[in-house]
C-alpha cells in the first residue's frame, strides 16, 4: 500500500492543509481559517478538526504514516512552540505531537520558513541538488528564510536559523515586532513596501499617482502595478525596499559562502523589478568571490512549498 503524509502549514491568515505523497503529488488539498485568537486548547481542537476533514478524504489505496506541521516560530525537539509567532499568540505551548496522538500517527512539526526551503530543494527544480549552500527567502506578510547546508536542512540550535526577517539594515530604526529595531522585516515585507511609499507621499519628494487610499485598499501590490507605469514614487519604494533586502542576504551569504539564494512568497510574483536592486546591494556589501559566483533564483513552488516540506520531512532521506 502506498504511504501519505498529512500536512498543516499555519499563517497568519489561513492554514493549509492537504494530503501528500511520497512523490510529492497532492492527494486532497483544502484551506481553513486562522483563527489567532483562539487560546492553546482551542488551537489544538481546531487542527484536530482539520485533520479529520482531510483524513476523510484519503484515497483507500493509501495509509497515512505520519502528521507534518509548520507554523511561524521555532518548537523544541519535543514539538512544543517555544515562542516566535507574535501574530498567534495562543500557539506558544501547544505541544504539536498532542494531534499526532489523537489519531495514533507520529508527528513532525518545523518552523515554516524552514519547510518551505526544505520542500523548494526536496521537491522544486532538481538543479538546486547541485548547489551545497542554500537559503530560501520567503516575501509576505512577514520574512522568512531557511537553510540547506550540504543536503541537510540546518535548523540550529532553538529552530530558528535563517530568521532573516530579524537581521538589523537599519541601527536604531522602526521598532519591530521581535523587540529589536531596524529589522528588514520592517522595510522589505509588504507592510514595509506600503510604509515607505506612505513616507515618500508624506515627504513629496517624487511624482506619483499613488495615494494613502489606494495603497490601502491595493496593499504592496499595487505598488509594483505602478511601478510598471513607470510611477517615479513606486520605483522608487521597490529600489530602496529591494536594496535593503539585498543587504540583509549578503550577510547571510558572508557567514556561510551560499552558493544559491532561492526568493519566494508573494511579493516574488514580480521577481523581476526586484532583482537588480538586491543584486546591486549584494555586490556592494558581499565578499568578492561569493558575490561573484551566487546564483540567485525565484523560487518554484509558490505558496505549495510549506506542504511540500512537511511530506519531506517524512520521506526525504538526508543521509
Request: one cysteine or more.
Amino acid at each position: 500500500m502506498k504511504e501519505a503524509v498529512v500536512a498543516l502549514d499555519i499563517g497568519g491568515t489561513y492554514i493549509k492543509g492537504a494530503l501528500l505523497s511520497k512523490e510529492g503529488n497532492f492527494l486532497y488539498k483544502q484551506s481553513f481559517e486562522t483563527i489567532a485568537s483562539l487560546t492553546k486548547e482551542e488551537h489544538k481542537d481546531h487542527m484536530i478538526n482539520m485533520l479529520k476533514v482531510l483524513i476523510e478524504n484519503l484515497p483507500s489505496d493509501y495509509k497515512l504514516i505520519g502528521f507534518a506541521s509548520g507554523s511561524p516560530g521555532m518548537a523544541d525537539k519535543d514539538t512544543v512552540h517555544i515562542g516566535g509567532a507574535e501574530n498567534i499568540p495562543g500557539l506558544y505551548g501547544i505541544k504539536f505531537s498532542d494531534v499526532g496522538d489523537f489519531f495514533n500517527i507520529p508527528s513532525r512539526h518545523e518552523n515554516d520558513a524552514n519547510l518551505a526551503t526544505l520542500g523548494e530543494f526536496v521537491y522544486g527544480d532538481e538543479e538546486n541538488k547541485n548547489y551545497n549552500g542554500i537559503m530560501a527567502v520567503t516575501l509576505g506578510t512577514g520574512i522568512g528564510g531557511g537553510f540547506i547546508l550540504d543536503g541537510r536542512l540546518y535548523i540550529g540550535s532553538h529552530g530558528g536559523a535563517g530568521e532573516i526577517g530579524h537581521v538589523c539594515v537599519v541601527p536604531n530604526g522602526l521598532n519591530c515586532n521581535c523587540g529589536s529595531r531596524g529589522c528588514i522585516e520592517q522595510y522589505a515585507s509588504a507592510a514595509g513596501f506600503v510604509n515607505s511609499a506612505k513616507q515618500k507621499i508624506h515627504k513629496g519628494i517624487k511624482k506619483t499617482a499613488l495615494t494613502f487610499t489606494i495603497l490601502e485598499e491595493g496593499k504592496a501590490k499595487i505598488i509594483f502595478d505602478y511601478a510598471k507605469k513607470d510611477d517615479e514614487l513606486a520605483l522608487d519604494v521597490i529600489r530602496e525596499c529591494g536594496y535593503y533586502l539585498g543587504i540583509s542576504i549578503s550577510q547571510a551569504i558572508n557567514f556561510l559562502d551560499l552558493d544559491l539564494v532561492l526568493i519566494g512568497g508573494g511579493l516574488c510574483k514580480d521577481f523581476d523589478m526586484l532583482i537588480p536592486h538586491i543584486k546591486s546591494a549584494i555586490y556592494d556589501y558581499t565578499l568578492r568571490i561569493p558575490a561573484r559566483d551566487i546564483a540567485i533564483k525565484s523560487a518554484s513552488l509558490g505558496n505549495d512549498a510549506g506542504l511540500l516540506g512537511c511530506a519531506a520531512l517524512f520521506f526525504y532521506n538526508e543521509n
